[in-house]
């Protein structure tokens, strides 16, 4: 079938393209990958494969370890908070020293905290005490269900007795501690102490350290150490500050409104004559006399 000087031949067929086609040698034979190219393309995909694989699981990893990292910081950042937290709501009544002591042990190979404060309603637990703000805290290290050593926060309202059989409420803060050190500012020698004797005295300053992971023997050290210095802003309350005033005195007479008028108020005793100013000068004059 021809077309002006084109030709279009609609049953083209040639050899060279057939599937199907003769060898050199005249057998028909068809197009195939051979043994080898297979093999090398299995072994292509499985590097592949293997190098997918390996980057998810080190992604996989990484999240893991970030996560645990993240939960571990927040742990250490809750522990620490709650120590200083506490510290900064500190009390102390001279009057009742055996109730309001503060107490630092370090005969252990851990510190030992123990002290009274009045500490707000977002503290850990403090929804267990109902309206007892006052409570004596402790802090102390001791093993948990896993063996472990953990910083244990245990509080108890000073003024409630407990049963036999009934312990404060204890939270685990922090487990896998290697360190847990309480020091405290001494002002007569001017240096830090790791000895408190005056239990009926609040300390001015605080230091705190918290020691994470296994000890470096080569550092001679915890893995991770935290420190925190603590300026306690409260004081003793003398035992004269805690007496009752006395009935009789008028309700708001120490305000500071009573406290301006008595300031204004001219007292002139009995058989007192009243001062004259001097001629020349008022009441708000800075003007002086010259003689």
Not at 257 to 271: A, K, M, S, V
């Amino acid at each position: 079938m021809t077309i002006g000087k084109d030709r279009v031949n609609l049953f083209y067929y040639s050899p060279e393209y057939s599937p199907c086609r003769r060898g050199t040698d005249g057998t028909v034979g068809s197009r195939a990958f051979t043994l080898i190219e297979i093999m090398l393309a299995i072994a292509i995909f499985s590097l592949v494969i293997a190098a997918i694989y390996s980057s998810w699981f080190a992604i996989m990893r990484g999240a893991k370890t970030g996560k645990e990292a993240a939960v571990q910081a927040q742990r250490t950042r809750m522990a620490m908070n709650s120590v200083v937290d506490s510290l900064l709501c500190a009390q102390m009544f001279n009057m009742n020293p055996d109730l309001y002591a503060f107490m630092v042990d370090n005969s252990d190979e851990y510190s030992f905290l123990s002290f009274v404060a009045q500490l707000p309603p977002s503290f850990p637990d403090s929804g267990l005490f109902g309206g007892l703000k006052v409570r004596r805290v402790n802090f102390e290290i001791r093993s948990d269900e896993d063996g472990e050593q953990a910083l244990f926060m245990s509080q108890q309202p000073i003024l409630a007795e407990l049963k036999e059989d009934e312990e404060p409420v204890t939270v685990r803060l922090i487990s896998d501690v290697s360190m847990f050190s309480v020091e405290l500012w001494d002002e007569r020698r001017d240096e830090w102490s790791d000895e408190w004797r005056n239990t009926n005295q609040l300390p001015t300053l605080v230091m705190v350290t918290l020691g994470l992971g296994e000890k470096d023997s080569m550092a001679g050290g915890a893995k991770e150490v935290y420190s925190r210095v603590v300026n306690l802003p409260a004081i003793a309350v003398s035992p004269q500050m805690q007496v009752m005033p006395p009935q009789d005195m008028p309700a708001g007479g120490n305000n500071v409104e009573d406290i301006r008028q008595r300031r204004n108020q001219r007292i002139q005793r009995p058989g007192q004559t009243p001062r004259r100013r001097p001629p020349g000068r008022s009441g708000n004059s800075r003007n002086t006399i010259r003689r």
